[in-house]
């Protein structure tokens, strides 16, 4: 724990002005990101009395080593700076919202010859509109499917639409009329285009002209005696409304707003938001945050506010958004919103009337959803802080092991061997930590060996590093002075647990006594009998088979065994996929793929003369000459077997196609070897 007077700045050292500051830890990662008006007096709130910070303060302060700044022109450049940082950097005291999910928007690819509507998550591309965001998928596919019947958009995939173009037959939604088949031509492209305009129309909320439009069509069908026509018209207006009816009017003016309430207490806090577009409840999402800093509700809406529409532009910002409070300042804010927009954004509390009343609507779900998440979270922290306390208490460390990183070897009868690390942090997976390593030292298989080097390499770098520039990095991928985010092999565990018995964590303890290295608890959890072992101990360590503390053990391992067989796997995959024609200089996937097209097979590349080879375009005698070559210095295809039999079996059909070419066993075979996999 650091003494924050240690590192505090000399008077004078910090400007009066605006800018966005970083507390920095002793291995140099970012723990907290802030803005200021003036840094000089925000900063000097974090160097009072330790006893008059608020709890959560003062642990940040006390866990940071450094603090640094950035001087900017204004406000709003440093809440860009700040909201880009925090993207960056993820820093733990931060507030962060955890959205559980990556809402689904349903989306219409208006930057394609034909507009495609379907269901998109993630980033948003350019050229595409989006409409939601939807609780579920299966929402948006309810809409569209009652939409298409008006609006006969194409929602097939390129592959499926280039291969109806190809046979000249549209698929099944073409010969019920929920698709126009453009891809028969059954329409032109402006014409496709034009209904693609009207369901975007439609969908961003202008109903009423458009039903208005159809009921007319349906009357002069009528009065025309054109009753099946006039029947028609009747079910797409039924499909319209039955559509409109899934999302009710809520605001009457058609307004477009976003709604933002939150629920809190003391430690955590619910974020909700409902999204009405045309007066119309279009979507709804919700985060939940731990209260790391001492903060408002005004300083949560703002940064709701960042991580809401940090990545949007133009109309994704809509022209309201009401809030249950203010930031402060709030200018600022208002600004960056008008900016995001291109337009003026108007950023206040609703008093009285509809949008009131939704607010409270609002503020009720933020409220359910917070009360939920406690339910949920309590126990979880519960069942995974027991499970650190009873490894501890088994193993007889001086504290639970909030970062424990998993070792494993995998190989096949003592080919490909490799090795994995997995790391997880208060009970939970860092996928973002795991690595992965091929055995260099030696040939073979050697699980014991194996572990040494995996366990001495990864070590040596932390050391290495640590001694040269006094930062946690790696060779392969170093962090530069600005750069605080998390690297491979950054920071070193409180415990290493290895997959295998007594020979292999008297292995990975020899590597670290090696190293000098005496702060890192080391174990093996043995599949056998599940058994923790220690170094030097004749007996393992037996937890019980309700422990937690050995379901998390286990979690860990089996997690580490998954991670290197997937693994090497691969790299027994991409082994068998190679050719002599990987060997031939100058020859790129381009022109392998145009040999194996032009012949076929493999096979009947490898009996083909050198005049023949010249006659594949982009194939010069040269090169031609050079795979003639490969394949004279490559061994011979090992035949086929039928594995049932024993017989050997000449095979006419093309042996190796492009990109496909096999396992160099039976389909059975895989089950069996498997058994063989370590």
């Known amino acids: 724990m650091a003494d924050p007077s240690s590192y505090r700045p000399k008077p004078g050292e910090i400007p009066d002005s605006p800018g966005v500051y970083r507390f920095r830890d002793e291995h140099r990662r970012v723990i907290y990101v802030g803005k200021a008006k003036s840094l000089r007096q925000r900063l000097a709130n974090y160097f009072q009395d330790l006893s008059g910070l608020h709890p959560r303060t003062r642990t940040m302060v006390t866990t940071a080593a450094s603090v640094e700044w950035t001087v900017v022109s204004t406000e709003v450049e440093a809440l860009q700076l700040e909201y880009s940082w925090i993207k960056e950097f993820d820093p733990r005291f931060n507030v962060k919202y955890r959205d559980d999910k990556s809402y689904p928007y349903l989306a219409v690819t208006m930057n394609e ?136 009017v809520v605001l009457a003016d058609a307004t477009d707003a976003d709604l933002i309430a939150v629920a809190e207490d003391e430690l955590e806090a619910a974020v909700q938001i409902f999204h009405v577009r045309g007066g119309r409840v279009r979507g709804q999402r919700g985060w939940v945050t731990d209260k790391v800093e001492e903060i408002t509700t005004g300083a949560l809406v703002e940064h709701a506010l960042q991580q809401l529409y940090g990545e949007e532009k133009g109309d994704s910002v809509p022209k309201e958004v009401l809030v249950p409070a203010l930031p402060d300042p709030v200018e600022p804010v208002q600004e960056w919103l008008t900016e995001r927009r291109g337009a003026n954004v108007s950023l206040r509390i609703p008093q009285r009337g509809d949008k009131k009343a939704l607010m409270e609507t609002v503020e009720r779900n933020a409220q359910q959803s917070l009360v939920l998440h406690k339910t949920k979270r309590a126990s979880d922290l519960t069942t995974r802080s027991r499970a650190l306390e009873e490894i501890a208490e088994a193993l007889d460390l001086d504290s639970a092991p909030l970062r424990i990183e998993c070792y494993d070897i995998s190989h096949l009868q003592g080919e490909d061997v490799v090795a994995s690390m997995v790391v997880f942090e208060d009970g939970l997976q860092r996928k973002g930590e795991y690595r992965r390593f091929q055995i260099k030292g ?76 005496d702060d890192i608890a080391v174990c093996g959890l043995a599949k056998r009998l599940e058994e923790v072992w220690l170094p030097d101990e004749e007996d393992p360590v037996v937890l019980p088979r309700t422990s937690e503390g050995l379901y998390l053990l286990q979690r860990v391992r089996d997690e580490a065994h998954r991670f290197a067989i997937t693994y090497q796997r691969a790299k027994r995959a991409k082994r068998v996929r190679s050719s002599p024609l990987d060997d031939v200089p100058g020859l790129g996937e381009t022109r392998k793929q145009a040999l194996i097209k032009h012949f076929g097979s493999v096979k009947r590349l490898r009996s083909a003369t050198i005049d023949q080879i010249c006659e594949v375009p982009g194939i010069g005698r040269k090169t031609a000459e050079a795979v003639a070559v490969a394949f004279a210095n490559a061994a011979p295809a090992a035949p086929a077997v039928n594995t049932a039999t024993g017989e050997i079996m000449e095979d006419e059909e093309p042996d190796e196609t492009a990109g496909s070419p096999g396992e160099p066993v039976s389909a059975s075979a895989p089950d069996e070897l498997r058994g063989q996999e370590r």
């Open 442 to 517: 030696f040939a073979g298989q050697d699980d014991v060996r194996s572990m040494h080097e995996v366990i001495t390499r990864r070590f040596r770098r932390y050391l290495a590093d640590k001694e040269r520039t006094g930062e946690w990095a790696d060779d392969e991928d170093p962090l530069t002075e600005e750069d605080g985010r998390p690297k491979r092999f950054a920071y070193p565990p409180q415990l290493v647990v290895v997959d295998g018995g007594r020979p292999q964590v008297a292995a990975a303890k020899r590597a670290l006594d090696e190293l000098g290295i």
């Open 113 to 248: 010859e034909f507009p495609r509507v379907q269901v998109m998550r993630g980033h948003k591309r350019k050229g595409v509109r989006y409409f939601g965001p939807y609780g579920h998928a299966w929402a948006i596919r309810d809409t569209v499917d009652l939409l298409l019947r008006v609006f006969p958009v194409r929602t097939c995939s390129a592959g499926v639409f280039k291969n109806a173009a190809r046979t000249g037959r549209p698929c099944l939604l073409g010969y019920i009329d929920k698709c126009s088949a453009p891809c028969v031509e059954r329409v032109t492209p402006d014409e496709h285009r034009a209904l693609a305009e009207e369901f975007c129309d439609f969908m961003a909320g202008r109903t009423g002209t458009y039903i208005r439009r159809l009921e007319q069509r349906m009357a002069e069908a009528a009065e025309d005696m054109e009753y099946e026509r006039a029947a028609r018209l009747r079910d797409d207006i039924g499909a319209l409304r039955k559509a409109m009816e899934k999302s009710a």
